[in-house]
T-cell receptor
Framework: DQQVKQNSPSLSVQEGRISILNCDYT??????FLWYKKYPAEGPTFLIS?????DKNEDGRFTVFLNKSAKHLSLHIVPSQPGDSAVYFC????????????FGEGTQLTVNP | SAVISQKPSRDICQRGTSLTIQCQVD?????MFWYRQQPGQSLTLIAT?????????ESGFVIDKFPISRPNLTFSTLTVSNMSPEDSSIYLC??????????????FGQGTRLTVV
């Protein structure tokens, strides 16, 4: 039972344009959502998060949107840069479960110069 | 953020043998987690390692196959026992920073890439 799904295994965009990465979840008990970025041979690094009480959180070029009714979240990167090329994982958790996170399969983002 | 060091970073092992992966954190943390990422798949939680108590294993993972030690608040080990090619994965240590902005924010080591032949 895949509770967090990223349906696009890969995404390719041009430098300077917007990258939109999508994530769907099925467990309505999740109340925190996070995005992690992973470069080859490195562990995932925390990027941005959002609580279920919000529908948007912005940090520089990165914005996460949450649509609770649709059980959908997305990560927007504007403008995209070649250094953003990495695998992006969506993750979900419950505050009462500490840092036990459920991850999506990841989306490989490639930003072309 | 916590600095997490994992050893070894990669290894190639014979089936039937065991490998112990070490995770060292630069600060004391209450909760440590071990994840596995099989090729082309998402990160899957193996177990939660708490200092002073038995590790808590997720469904599908058992202590005999993945024994875990947590001798203090900065260190943990995960052993992959009696390995088979299906155990070929990236194994990741993770901690919850005690000053995490959100309660579920986690930090990861660089991972151990294990290949079983």
């Amino acid at each position: 039972d895949q509770q967090v799904k990223q349906n696009s295994p890969s995404l390719s965009v041009q430098e300077g344009r917007i990258s939109i990465l999508n994530c769907d979840y099925t467990n309505s008990m999740f109340d925190y959502f996070l995005w992690y970025k992973k470069y080859p041979a490195e562990g995932p690094t925390f990027l941005i998060s959002i609580s279920s009480i919000k529908d948007k959180n912005e940090d520089g070029r990165f914005t996460v949107f949450l649509n609770k009714s649709a059980k959908h979240l997305s990560l927007h990167i504007v403008p995209s840069q070649p250094g953003d090329s990495a695998v992006y994982f969506c993750a979900a958790g419950r505050e009462t479960s500490g840092s036990r996170l459920t991850f999506g399969e990841g989306t490989q983002l490639t930003v072309n110069p | 953020s916590a600095v997490i060091s994992q050893k070894p970073s990669r290894d190639i092992c014979q089936r039937g043998t065991s490998l112990t992966i070490q995770c060292q954190v630069d600060s004391q943390v209450t909760m440590m987690f071990w994840y596995r990422q099989q090729p082309g798949q998402s990160l899957t939680l193996i177990a939660t390692a708490n200092q002073g108590s038995e590790a808590t294993y997720e469904s599908g993972f058992v202590i005999d196959k993945f024994p875990i030690s947590r001798p203090n608040l900065t260190f943990s080990t995960l052993t992959v026992s009696n390995m088979s090619p299906e155990d070929s994965s990236i194994y990741l240590c993770s901690v919850r920073g005690d000053r995490a902005i959100m309660n579920t924010e986690a930090f990861f080591g660089q991972g151990t890439r294990l290949t079983v032949v």
